[in-house]
């Protein structure tokens, strides 16, 4: 168990809803970072929270909005939901960045099915 | 970030060492070589980290050449629970993971 939590574990949402995924990080870890991961694909990074501040961005759209509070969690909004949307939405945390370190931890996923 | 290539499918059965081979031609000195595990409905799990010669942990071994053009994932005695896509990456700790489409490894009786 990484100790990484997710909620909600599965759900839908119909065309143009806006959805809320929540993440509590490990114990100890103060970055993370939110990843889709389409069927049959590899997870592609969407961006990555530090001390309450998006830190990294991947390339999607601005419909694509996070947040990190002071307790570390992160919540992951997403507008105006296409089709295309429907994915394994991974969250992951890590200790703050070194060279060396390049282990994060994943959570179980969040299943979103847009109908 | 350094581009990773590796099979999309490779097949064993129970009880053989499989080693799974990825290229990394344009690493980056400060990169390093990294590879996750992941099995369906679930995410990636870290297995096993290294930068030159050989890692090895409770669970895998990593082999890296001199040149570090290239790195391979060693599982020793292979079970129906390491069915799953091992994912290889190359980068530092300030590098976002990227994640190609990985490695299919089907472990079968």
Known sequence: DAGVTQSP???IKTRGQQVTL??????????VSWYQQALGQGPQFIFQYYEEEERQRGNFPDRFSGHQFPNYSS???????????????????????????????????????VT | LAKTTQPISMDSYEGQEVNITCSHNNIAT?????????????GPRFIIQGYKTKVTNEVASLFIPA??????????????SDTAVYYCLVGDGYSTLTFGKGTMLLVSP
């Open chain 1, 75 to 113: 919540e992951l909004n997403v507008n105006a939901l296409l089709l295309g949307d429907s994915a394994l939405y991974l969250c992951a945390s890590s200790l703050p960045a070194t060279s060396e370190s390049y282990e994060q931890y994943f959570g179980p996923g969040t299943r979103l099915t």
């Open chain 1, 22 to 31: 929540r993440c509590s990080p490990k114990s100890g870890h103060d970055t």
């Open chain 2, 30 to 42: 400060n990169d390093y070589i990294t590879w996750y595990q992941q099995f369906p409905s679930q």
């Open chain 2, 67 to 80: 040149d570090r053009k290239s790195s391979t994932l060693s599982l020793p005695r292979v079970s129906l």
């Open chain 1, 9 to 11: 574990t599965h759900l």
